[in-house]
């Protein structure tokens, strides 16, 4: 087969005079992906993705330019799907169109993920998904656009300083080019067999229940790490049964490990029926299913902390509470492991929000730890990525220092919110939950923050807002473990020091 020229990165020639390919970066059923410079903008970085279809026959160009002006114009209206700068066809006859490069993974590489990861993720890729089925107008005309091709494979997924995790789609408009141009010359199908409705599978005129089947395909995957169904080969024919005769298999029994509410199960197993019409008949009914998921699972983690009994928030600084019942209705959230960790969690009380530490410790250690002293430090650093390294130590004798790091990465939305609840407040409460089953809460204590540690809270989140995207959140939190070991002696000698002083 001979080599396409302008898949050579060592081809000095400019692609539609401005674009200088420098290597490739992808590869897939639609084509290939390369790294190029713009040229015409000082070199900025661009993706171009090589359609594997050529565009010699005058229908094939013609369906071509419709589909890329459209999909040019789409890619402008919603912040979830890649943007589309520019399209075109090489002197080889290759379709090409050229995108925004973004540094990310793709969500075939994260899969499965945690159930509040989930929500965020398909929450994202549905407002994308809504924003295509409305449609683009044209000449006067709104004309909805169907993806075709709806899979993990064309999500990519990147840091972003509002969101935290930001969505994007990718191709949209290309895979009903590329089968119409594959039928156009040999009737053949094109797809990703897995993600294909029954109606695609049957050569069937498309619209936006069939993103939807696929849709739910893909929530399954993303829950489970497993299709809906395992055939015994990956023919046409072994996914044309699934597809259109077999029942997906329940999400319980693929794993049996996560739990998820009984309306998001539901409504997943809606998005897989055969038949369009059974399904949900838009993505704004999806949409409106796991905004009320969030809100219920948000409810339910703080409804044991609303107020019956004195609130969290009206613990006198410096000293222990022992857990009354309406305490002990405070459980262990589902969603993370039994072991000796702690972590940051964002709650309501009658005095409103308020960020606390949860940790889970040897019931026979918390009993010790009743009168102990508290001390917190924050440090915060911008480059390569924001990040905040949050200590607490809890410090008596004769246990000595329970070190309790929380790094929280400042380009995730959540953390921001944390954080700027965190300087709101003058202290935030430690419940404790003990390691032995049946994993009770049985103590709540309080460490106050300073006022300047407040203000310096304050100003780094607004200078987080204003720092640039960045993909080396690890980088950052390397550094800040080796600042955390290095102060670790003078913490403990202040600490030491100050034992018989009262918090």
């Known amino acids: ?141 709104i004309y909805p656009l169907v993806h075709r091709d709806i899979k993990p494979a064309n999500i990519i997924v990147i840091p972003d300083p509002i969101l935290g995790q930001l969505v994007k789609i990718f191709d949209f408009g290309i895979a009903k080019f590329l089968n ?41 995957e993303m829950l489970t ?11 046409f024919g072994a996914w044309y049964k699934a597809h259109l005769f077999e029942k997906p298999r329940a999400i319980a029994d693929v794993n049996p490990y996560i739990k998820i509410p009984q309306q998001l199960d539901d409504l997943i197993m809606a998005c897989l029926q ?18 009320n998921i969030e809100k219920s699972l ?51 009380t009658a005095k409103g929000s308020m960020v606390s530490l949860w940790l889970m410790l040897p019931e026979q250690e918390i009993n010790k730890r009743t009168d102990t002293k508290r001390y917190n430090q924050f440090i915060f650093i911008t480059s390569p990525h924001p990040m905040l390294l949050w200590l607490t130590v809890l410090y008596n004798q004769p246990l000595g220092a329970k070190w309790l790091p929380c790094y929280l990465d400042m380009q995730n939305t959540q953390n921001i919110k944390l954080v700027t609840t965190l300087a709101a407040n003058k202290s935030y409460p430690l419940i404790f939950f003990t390691l032995e089953s049946p994993h009770n809460c049985t103590k709540i204590l309080t460490s106050t923050i ?33 600042k955390y070991k290095q102060m670790q002696p003078q913490i403990l000698q202040h600490l030491e020091s100050q034992i018989k002083v009262v918090v």
């Open 1 to 141: 087969m001979k080599k396409n020229s302008f898949a050579s990165p060592e081809n000095k020639e400019l692609l539609a005079n401005r674009y200088q390919l420098k290597k490739l970066i992808g590869k897939g059923g639609m084509g290939e992906v390369f790294l190029a410079d713009d040229v015409l903008l000082g070199g900025t970085p661009v993706a171009i993705k090589f359609l594997s279809q050529t565009v010699a026959n005058p229908k094939v160009q013609a369906r071509f330019n419709r589909e890329a002006l459209l999909s040019a114009a789409l890619s402008q209206k919603s912040i979830h799907i890649v943007r589309a700068y520019d399209y075109g066809v090489s002197q080889n006859g290759k379709a090409f169109y050229v995108m925004e490069y973004l540094s990310g993974k793709s969500l075939k590489d994260l899969i499965p993920v945690p159930l509040p990861i989930f929500l965020t993720l398909a929450r994202q890729i549905c407002l994308g998904l809504q924003c295509a089925h409305q449609g683009v107008s044209m000449d006067g005309k």
């Open 180 to 220: 119409s141009a594959k039928q156009l010359n040999t009737k053949g199908f094109h797809g990703t067999l897995p993600y294909c409705s029954p109606e695609q599978l049957d050569g069937e005129e498309l619209d936006s229940r069939s993103d939807i089947y696929s849709l739910g395909v893909m929530m399954f």
């Open 450 to 482: 300073a006022p300047s540690q407040r203000q310096k809270l304050k100003t780094w989140v607004q200078q987080t807002q204003q720092l640039p995207s960045s993909s080396q959140a690890q980088a950052s939190k390397q550094l800040l473990k080796q």
């Open 225 to 235: 790490g497993q299709k809906p169904w395992q055939p015994e080969t990956d023919y």
């Open 274 to 291: 055969k038949k369009p019409e059974q399904r949900p008949q838009n993505v704004g009914k999806i949409l409106q299913v796991l905004v």
């Open 298 to 348: 948000q409810t339910t983690t703080v409804t044991s902390l609303k107020t019956k009994s004195p609130a969290l928030s009206s613990l006198v600084p410096g000293h222990s509470e022992k857990i009354t019942n309406t305490y002990g209705e405070i459980v262990w959230p589902e969603n993370k492991p039994i072991g000796e960790i702690v972590f940051p969690r964002l709650i309501d």
